[in-house]
């Protein structure tokens, strides 16, 4: 089992700059890629950043491409996603998630892929 919980979530304005944590207790956090997803009411989670279990490589929604950054440190078993220039659509309720496994091309970008996932922090942005 791996436990998440996510934290630094809160109320800004379009253009701020928020910085979520996810930190991770239990099995080897080193072994899995993590993710961050979000959802907005009324709609399905999506996918916005996933990074390997390495730190080397990372994919993005193109939404938050450019805006987001996702990192991780393994020594502190927490991952992070430096959100910058939000805006009112970034409001959603913010996931991590740990995966380990493998599928086809894309499959780490699905919701599919993550074994655990976190209770979520709220990201509101007014305008």
């Known amino acids: 089992q791996v436990q998440l919980v996510e934290s630094g979530g809160g109320l800004v304005q379009a253009g701020d700059s928020l910085r979520l944590s996810c930190a991770a ?3 080897t956090f080193s072994n899995y890629y993590m993710g961050w997803f979000r959802q907005a009411p ?3 989670r999506e996918f916005v950043a996933v ?3 390495s730190g080397a490589i990372t ?7 450019g ?3 996702i990192s991780r440190d393994n020594a502190k078993n927490t991952v992070y996603l430096q959100m910058d220039s939000l805006k009112p659509e970034d409001t959603a309720v913010y996931h991590c998630a ?5 599928g086809p091309s894309g499959f780490i ?4 892929f993550y074994n655990y996932w976190g209770q979520g922090t709220q990201v ?3 305008s």
């Open 25 to 27: 207790s239990g099995r």
């Open 42 to 44: 009324g709609k399905e």
């Open 51 to 53: 990074i390997t279990w």
């Open 59 to 65: 994919y993005y929604a193109d939404s938050v491409k």
């Open 67 to 69: 805006r987001f950054t």
């Open 98 to 102: 740990a995966g380990r496994g493998s």
């Open 109 to 112: 970008l699905t919701t599919s």
């Open 124 to 126: 509101t942005v007014s």
